[in-house]
């Protein structure tokens, strides 16, 4: 049976509603929710879920909207004085026990974002995010290859860049990773968003865009795959990353990537 046309809770039954979601209250500060991504971000649950009265949740907050409203106005007054929910992406998804990955994976194509919440039996929510499609993939049965998933540009920058270089590059190119050039390493929204924090105070008595990037941060490197591997096996590679971003030959591999390929029919759940 092609794994689209299961339920999420069928496909996740020991750890359907095992991630708590994240939240942060509306009227907080945006340095706050910066400060929590940090501990969150790629290696947790991907977002912050945002609440009004009652804990309600009304949208969602992650990498992106700090990224691109940094670029717009890269100062201490972003952080300091502007809140969350001026910021934040109201087209937040909640699925039911019945939604279908199918269904789960269409939605995420039209919003861009690999994240949703479900209720859960505490009375709160959980996170349905990327890491947990990681998961389901681990557990797949397929013939589908590495070699055989979309290949995209690979987006990089050099040592001379500036910040706004490269966070222009990430919203133009629509990634969240960019590759130092002729390296192995690379720089993220994660990472962008802890030296922001830690190294340049939320931009306090600094001009952060204009600085280049070798002055600035610290990078991660790439895992190269030299075998072309099937969907499980990628999937099993990079569920064990805390910040999962793999390179076999010519072409890179992000989480979205694996998202993606449980749609075709030939990826298949025995359970």
Known sequence: ????????????????????????????????ATSMLIH?????????????????????????????????DPSSNFFDNTTVEQITDKNLIILSCETTLGD??????????AFSIIPNDLGGYSAISGRKML??????????????????????????STIKDIIGL???KNTRKLLLKD????????LLI?????????FRNVKFLERKFEESFKLEKIKKISKDVNLAEISKIMYSMMHPYVMYEDQVITPWDICMSLQSDRVEFLG
């Open 183 to 190: 390296t192995d390493y690379f720089i993220s929204d994660r």
């Open 104 to 113: 789960l994976l269409t939605t995420w194509k039209k919003t861009r974002r």
């Open 1 to 32: 049976m092609p794994i689209i046309n299961k339920t999420i809770k069928e496909l996740l039954p020991l750890s359907f509603t095992s991630t708590p979601a994240v939240s942060i209250r509306k009227e907080n500060e945006v340095w706050i």
């Open 135 to 160: 998961e389901i993939g681990a557990n797949c049965v397929t013939d589908l290859t590495v070699s055989e998933l979309p290949k995209k540009e690979i987006v990089t920058f050099e040592n001379d």
């Open 194 to 202: 802890q030296g922001i924090a830690q190294d340049y105070d939320f």
């Open 40 to 72: 969150y971000l790629e290696s947790f649950t991907d977002s912050l879920v945002v609440t009004e009265d009652h804990e309600k949740p009304i949208g969602v907050i992650g990498g992106r909207e700090i990224i691109e409203n940094i670029f717009r």
């Open 170 to 172: 990430m919203l133009e």
